[in-house]
């Protein structure tokens, strides 16, 4: 079984400064792990992925996230927030090895962007 | 755009009834996967489908199927409808249906049951 925890369903922070939301998973085999934007109304766009390479994982609008096998972690940063990043973010898991299941998603972070 | 298209956008109902989504995956994916987004659940996985055949079952009611036809487009069939099934329904999709692999996923169709 695999699940995944998102600390904090709204984050607030002002423009320019720093993104972190948290992404915990647990996963009986070795992950792979996504970070999803929902803009409203819109469906799902990833952002980046870890897929057992690179455990430093660079994605579009200037994100990033770490994977972390000893502290089960995926945060999702940004040095500097705009407007624009104003969404809701999902970080999700799905198995490695034969025979994929769907994604299992996070309840979602809502980031607020203050000018 | 992710390339993946879903009809119809908005759906209204009532309990008791019947309705298809339906799903175009990206041109060159096999696999489609559909889920449903809901304030009480968040976003759940429902079923994938891979070339025409199901692949794999999550939080899928019985009163829900789906298939996936020759030509790769994917319905989901909603049956004896529930005010609890409101919800905005998505399809995915992806090349082979891997774990590793990205998912497409459609603007979904939102479904209001009255």
């Known amino acids: 079984a695999q699940s995944v925890t998102q600390l904090g369903s709204h984050v607030s922070v002002s423009e320019g400064a720093l993104v972190l939301l948290r992404c915990n998973y647990s996963?009986?085999?070795?992950?792979?792990l996504f970070w999803y934007v929902q803009y409203p109304n819109q469906g799902l766009q990833l952002l980046l992925k870890y897929t057992s390479a690179a455990t430093l994982v660079k994605g579009i609008n200037g994100f990033e996230a770490e994977f972390k096998k000893s502290e089960t972690s995926f945060h999702l940063t940004k040095p500097s927030a705009h407007m624009s990043d104003a969404a809701e973010y999902f970080c999700a898991v799905s198995r490695s090895g034969g025979g994929a299941d769907g994604l299992t998603f996070g309840k979602g972070t809502h980031l607020i962007i203050q000018p | 755009d992710s390339g993946v298209t879903q009809t119809p956008k908005h759906l209204i109902t009532a309990t008791g009834q019947r309705v298809t989504l339906r799903c175009s995956p990206r041109?060159?994916?096999?696999?489609v996967y559909w889920y449903q987004q809901s304030l009480d659940q968040g976003l759940q996985f429902l079923i994938q489908y891979y070339n025409g055949e199901e692949r794999a079952k999550g939080n899928i009611l019985e009163r829900f199927s789906a298939q996936q036809f020759p030509d790769l487009h994917s319905e989901l069939n909603l049956s004896s409808l529930e005010l609890g099934d409101s919800a905005l329904y998505f399809c995915?999709?992806?090349?082979?249906?891997?774990?590793?692999?990205?998912?497409?996923f459609g603007p979904g169709t939102r479904l209001l049951v009255l």
């Open positions: 995915a999709s992806s090349v082979e249906g891997a774990g590793r692999e990205t998912q497409y």
């Open positions: 041109s060159g994916d096999l696999s």
């Open positions: 996963s009986s085999v070795p992950p792979y």
